[in-house]
Nanobody, 127 residues
Framework: QVQLLESGGGSVLAGGSLRLSCEFS????????LAWFREASGQEREGVAS???????TYADTVKDRFTISKANAKNTLSLQMDNLKPEDTATYYC?????????????????????WGQGTQVTVLL
């Protein structure tokens, strides 16, 4: 069973920063891929950033060089540092997990590759 709980959302002026956190627990498989997705009002959910088992990261072009994904397994925490925020970053942000068998690969930013989702945290960026 994997459980995720996001926090850290809020309102910020354009150009500001926020740090999102996702507390995760995984008591079925010790290996899992983690990612952040976002869903703006009326829009489809899109991948933002992912981190693989070896720490390799993948970013959407729209957030590259502004967002940084990281994890601290010992603290059961996934983070998304968001700098230079833009109004178009406004969305509900979700963390997601894909527990992996040893033969499987991380789905990167492929939404349907993830199995467990948090409840979401709202990020609003104002001009």
């Amino acid at each position: 069973q994997v459980q995720l709980l996001e926090s850290g959302g809020g309102s910020v002026l354009a150009g500001g920063s926020l740090r999102l956190s996702c507390e995760f627990s995984e008591n079925a498989r010790p290996r899992h891929c983690l990612a952040w997705f976002r869903e703006a009002s009326g829009q489809e959910r899109e991948g933002v950033a992912s981190i693989d088992l070896d720490g390799s990261t993948t970013y959407a072009d729209t957030v590259k060089d502004r967002f940084t994904i990281s994890k601290a397994n010992a603290k059961n925490t996934l983070s998304l540092q968001m700098d230079n925020l833009k109004p178009e970053d406004t969305a509900t942000y979700y963390c997601a997990s894909r527990p992996l068998a040893f033969w499987e690969r991380c789905p990167k930013l492929f939404e349907r590759g993830f199995e467990v989702w948090g409840q979401g945290t709202q990020v609003t960026v104002l001009l």
